[in-house]
Structures are given as structure tokens and as C-alpha cells.
């Protein structure tokens, strides 16, 4: 596992949501939803798709949690928003880019060794805001050829250091 450290630049999108649990696992829904409507946006500015997770403060990623995720497109402004669909923001900051090349079922595990095993032994931490995928032209829906970006969004571990104050 090698990332790479980029920062993600304050971006507008929009899109529509659900809220759901690993144990009830709605992406489909929410895809399937999304995907038919997408081109009544007007004002995408690239073709990819954004698979955002919003997790709340907190989050361990058990299987009973609820998250919100997003199905959504990057947008120059929010002008014109469809209806039924709803705009979210994502503020600058840096993240840990990931290369996921494969179909969904060995996702889970990459996951699970990017927040147990990078991450720890990483000079990084888990940094409160939103994580997504990126779904470029190579991605292909239950493919094993599939590739995808997964960006964790991350900040500098803090080192604390105590300095003895010496009378001279």
C-alpha cells in the first residue's frame, strides 16, 4: 500500500444521498436512483463520478453504524439544482490517494488495511472530513478490472514534546 499524499481543492457538487449501515448496504439504491438523472445537471464540470461517505464523529465502521452516501458529480456552481437532488461541498484539504483496481468484493478488505495497517504506521492521521471514490472511465461495475481512486481524507500526527524548564 503506497499513496499518494495530494490535496483535494474545495469543490461544489451535486447529487443525491441516502442514509444506511454496512449490515443494510443501500449503495445500489442509491446508484440506481442517481444514474438515470444524472444528466439533468447542468453544470458538471468533468464526467466523472464521486461516491462520497460522510461519517459522523466517531465512526468504527461496524456494521450496524449509519453514514450518509453520496452519488454525485462535481459542479461549477449551484445555480440550477434538479429536482429530488441536493448539493454538498467539500472543503480543501489533503488526503491519502489509494489505486483500487478490482470488483467490490475484495473492497471491504483494502479498506480494512488502509484504516488498520497505513494508516497507523503512517506519519498520518484520520482527519474529519468527507471520504470518496473517484470513478474514472476504468471503472466497471463488478468487473475485476474495475480501478477506482479512494481518497482518505488525513493530517500530520501531532508529536507532543515537553521541554523541563531549567532555572539559569
Given amino acids: 500500500m503506497n499513496p499518494q499524499i495530494k490535496t483535494f481543492p474545495t469543490t461544489k457538487f451535486i447529487g443525491k444521498n441516502l442514509s444506511f449501515t454496512y449490515a443494510n448496504y443501500r449503495a445500489f439504491e442509491l446508484w440506481s436512483s442517481f444514474m438515470p438523472r444524472q444528466k439533468e445537471i447542468q453544470n458538471a464540470i468533468e464526467t466523472d463520478l464521486y461516491n462520497i461517505q460522510i461519517n459522523p464523529i466517531g465512526f468504527s465502521f461496524?456494521?450496524?453504524?449509519?453514514?450518509?452516501?453520496?452519488?454525485?458529480?462535481?459542479?461549477?456552481?449551484?445555480?440550477?439544482?434538479?429536482?429530488?437532488?441536493?448539493?454538498?461541498?467539500?472543503?480543501?484539504?489533503?488526503?491519502?490517494?489509494?489505486?483500487y483496481k478490482g470488483d467490490q468484493s475484495n473492497a471491504p478488505a483494502f479498506f480494512n488495511a488502509i484504516y488498520t495497517e497505513w494508516l497507523p504506521a503512517s506519519e498520518y492521521e484520520l482527519d474529519?472530513?468527507?471520504?470518496?471514490?473517484?470513478?474514472?472511465?476504468?471503472?466497471k461495475k463488478n468487473d475485476p478490472n474495475s480501478e477506482e481512486e479512494i481518497w482518505i481524507p488525513i493530517k500530520k500526527k501531532v508529536n507532543f514534546c515537553f521541554i523541563k524548564k531549567v532555572k539559569l
Avoid: C
Avoid at 441536493?86 to 491519502?96: D, F, N, P
Avoid at 474529519?128 to 471503472?139: A, G, H, P, T, V
Fill in 62 to 99: 461496524g456494521l450496524h453504524e449509519p453514514f450518509v452516501k453520496w452519488a454525485a458529480v462535481p459542479v461549477s456552481n449551484f445555480e440550477f439544482v434538479p429536482e429530488e437532488m441536493e448539493t454538498l461541498e467539500i472543503i480543501e484539504g489533503l488526503y491519502a490517494v489509494f489505486q
Fill in 128 to 139: 474529519i472530513r468527507l471520504q470518496f471514490e473517484i470513478l474514472r472511465d476504468k471503472y
